[in-house]
């Protein structure tokens, strides 16, 4: 099982609603990431989760909370969100472990497609 | 800043085979180059990565120069099924973790 489930698929909320997003795996990967990706540009990191512990925050607003409460599942708190975080939100894991010889592939889920409105 | 730098476009005939360069003249010795694509709007799906040596799988081949400054994907018989955005991507490496993508090529193949 290589699959990454992101849920929900779609999303449309209210600036003053606080929604979570959220993303499981069950391929024992201990690295997991969150990804912003707007029409015609390429995702742009957002945070890495390592051992459950976050390793990565590209500078990203108050408003995106992650949390990863356990190796299989990551989340994505939003609140006090603008219509120009309207994007399809990426969630990934990997390995999360240097192989000796060999990389380690991101396994990326179909998205959440937010409206912000 | 991402790595990599990818041409915008390409076009590419059913059944021929697709040539994608990707420039990396800043990779260090111990990163990796991993190529994946996007078809419209979906999540990235991996299709191969290597660190010096050419790589091989079902999915393409992956060429990379012996100064691993540039590499080139290559998918054999492309099918109109191919038409994706396809990036290339150094792994940042040191533990980090990182996929960083560039802009991608647009992959187009025209029956």
């Known amino acids: 099982d290589t699959e990454v489930t992101q849920t929900p698929k779609h999303l449309v909320m209210g600036m003053t609603n606080k929604k979570s997003l959220k993303c499981e795996q069950h391929?024992?990967?201990?690295?997991m990431y969150w990804y912003k990706q707007k029409a015609k540009k390429p995702p742009e990191l957002m945070f890495v989760?390592?051992?459950?512990?976050?390793?990565i925050n590209e500078s990203v607003p108050s408003r995106f909370s992650p949390e990863c409460p356990n190796s299989s599942l990551l989340n994505l708190h939003l609140h006090a969100l603008q219509p120009e975080d309207s994007a399809l939100y990426l969630c990934?894991?990997?390995?999360?472990?240097?192989?000796?010889?060999?990389?380690?592939?991101?396994?990326f889920g179909q998205g959440t497609r937010l409206t912000v409105v | 800043d991402a790595k990599t730098t990818q041409p915008t476009s390409m076009d590419c005939a059913e059944g021929r085979a697709a040539n994608l360069p990707c420039n990396h003249s800043?990779?260090?010795?111990?990163?990796?180059v991993y190529w994946y694509r996007q078809i419209h709007s979906q999540g990235p799906q991996y299709i191969i990565h290597?660190?010096?040596n050419n790589e091989t799988n079902e999915m393409a081949s992956l060429i990379i120069t012996e100064d691993r400054k540039s590499s080139t994907l290559i998918l054999p018989h492309a099918t109109l099924r191919d038409t994706a955005v396809y990036y290339c991507?150094?792994?940042?490496?040191?533990?980090?973790?990182?996929?960083?993508f560039g802009t991608g090529t647009r992959l187009k193949v025209l029956a």
């Open positions: 391929m024992g990967h201990r690295a």
């Open positions: 991507i150094v792994r940042l490496g040191g533990g980090t973790y990182k996929y960083i």
């Open positions: 800043t990779i260090s010795g111990n990163e990796y």
């Open positions: 990934a894991s990997s390995p999360g472990r240097i192989l000796q010889g060999k990389g380690t592939e991101a396994f």
């Open positions: 290597g660190l010096k």
């Open positions: 989760y390592s051992y459950e512990k976050l390793s």
